[in-house]
């Protein structure tokens, strides 16, 4: 009986986080979101966060996100000469390819 309750309490906390998890949207997906792409597209944005999750750690992932609000960024920050922004431009291209296969509809 007790190792019944504390396998259903282990379950439950699994759940519950993987509810919490999927419902609050990463910053890859909230930015697609707002870019005007309609409520079709939730299911392509919220894909494409996947990946993000994946391949891009948080402090690249708030960074990729504001290029959906200032394109004009992602541009300086491709001819940037500096090696923190080349090394950025080489993950960040990394996930565009893993989402564009992962993601293709």
Known sequence: MMKKSLVLAASAAVVAGFCATSASAGPIESACLRSGRDAANRALCGCIQQV????????????????FKDPDLAHKTWVSQSAADDAFWERYKSFGAMAEAYCAR
């Open 52 to 67: 993000a999750d994946m391949t891009l750690k948080g402090s690249d992932q708030r960074r990729a996100a504001k290029f």
